[in-house]
């Protein structure tokens, strides 16, 4: 059953950047589970947000996404990320990066479109957040 969106946090969004839509399907699969808004890096205009981002090039941030932090990482509350264990220590990293620079927290990593265990994680999060 899906949580209401009375429950969530007014004004918290799930913030996304996906290349080849992975991280988007993630992104949808959690808004099965529990109401809350999203909206891509662009559609972004103001609010609290948790970012959602994957992992290109040797464990970086995206480009675009660093953009973005420039000007919102104070609305930044956590970040989750997503990468490819085949990249070994590379895995996943940006969160790490993201976590450290910004200091928030890193809620977890996960594979390509996720599991339902790592959209659990996520969803458990928001909810602790009331
Ligand atoms: C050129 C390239 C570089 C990548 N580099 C990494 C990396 O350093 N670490 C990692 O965990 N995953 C890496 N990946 C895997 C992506 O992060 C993974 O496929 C992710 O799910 C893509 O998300 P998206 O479809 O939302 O863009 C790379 C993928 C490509 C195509």
């Known amino acids: 059953m899906k949580t209401s ?3 969530v946090k007014d004004n918290l969004s799930l913030v996304y950047y996906s290349k080849t839509r992975k991280t988007e399907r993630f992104v949808e699969k959690v808004t099965e589970v529990i109401d809350i808004q999203t909206k891509t890096l ?3 205009q103001s609010g609290k947000y948790i970012l959602i981002t994957p ?3 040797f ?3 995206p480009e675009e996404v ?3 932090l420039e000007k919102h990482n104070k609305d930044m509350i956590a970040v989750m990320s997503a990468g490819n264990r085949n990249w070994g220590q590379n895995f996943a990293k940006s969160g790490e990066t993201i976590s450290k620079k910004y200091n ?3 809620i977890g990593k996960f594979e390509m479109m996720g599991t339902q265990s790592d959209v659990e994680k996520l969803v458990n999060y928001i ?3 009331e």
């Open 127 to 129: 909810k602790q957040l």
């Open 59 to 61: 464990g970086e941030v």
């Open 66 to 68: 660093n953009a973005f």
């Open 55 to 57: 992992t290109y090039n």
């Open 104 to 106: 928030v927290e890193l």
């Open 5 to 7: 969106n009375t429950e």
């Open 42 to 44: 662009s559609e972004y």
